[in-house]
């Protein structure tokens, strides 16, 4: 009688594997993703409720400070955007499409002051500005480059607030970092900032 692999392998005595480096997967560990926001703030609060329970003391939710350094650590380890993708875009076409509507308006004056100065004007290299298109990769490259620059700017701000010995950061710091680095300056009409202690 022929026995197959699996016939084999089923009559055979069962040996106790010895875990070795053979018998380990040759795959890598997946390092656990930190999860959203909410879930890393309850695990926080579960594990203060257990240790409450154990120790026989009465349980406090999680303080301003606490929850904040939990958001901080949670920001810190994931890489999505924070600005909303779709709002974020909104934004951008609605800047481009007003600045489209400013191109043609000038396109029209300038079309009808050639007309007036150039009566036997050609009207066929004289053609309307094109509308802005965008690309999907496009929108995603701005907003991401909008971010990082917005997280060195507060990463400034906050070098400015140390510096003045506090832990906020306030108006002031956003004007000596934008000067600093060759940001716009104050232009006359503008409300200035009050100087801080």
Not at 28 to 57: I, M, N, V, Y
Request: hydrophobic share 30%.
């Amino acid at each position: 009688m022929v026995r197959s692999k699996r016939k084999a392998a089923a009559e055979a005595p069962e040996e106790a594997e010895t875990p070795g480096p053979s018998s380990q997967s040759s795959k890598p560990r997946r390092r656990k993703e930190p999860g959203t926001l909410k879930e890393q703030l309850d695990e926080a609060k579960e594990r203060e409720r257990k240790s409450c329970e154990e120790q026989g003391r009465p349980f406090k939710h999680l303080s301003q400070s606490e929850s904040a350094l939990i958001q901080i650590r949670h920001y810190q380890q994931t890489h999505s955007l924070q600005i909303p993708k779709l709002r974020f875009q909104r934004v951008v076409r609605d800047i481009c499409d007003a600045m489209s509507s400013e191109r043609y308006e000038e396109w029209r004056q300038g079309r009808a002051e050639r007309r007036r100065t150039i009566p036997d004007l050609q009207e066929d290299d004289w053609e309307p500005p094109k509308r802005y298109r965008m690309d999907t990769q496009g929108l995603l490259a701005l907003q991401e480059a909008c971010e990082s620059m917005l997280v060195g700017l507060f990463e400034d701000m906050n070098v400015c607030a140390v510096h003045c010995k506090r832990v906020t950061v306030m108006p002031n710091d956003l004007v000596l970092c934008r000067r600093l680095n060759g940001g716009w300056q104050w232009e006359p009409g503008q409300q200035k900032v009050p100087q801080g202690r």
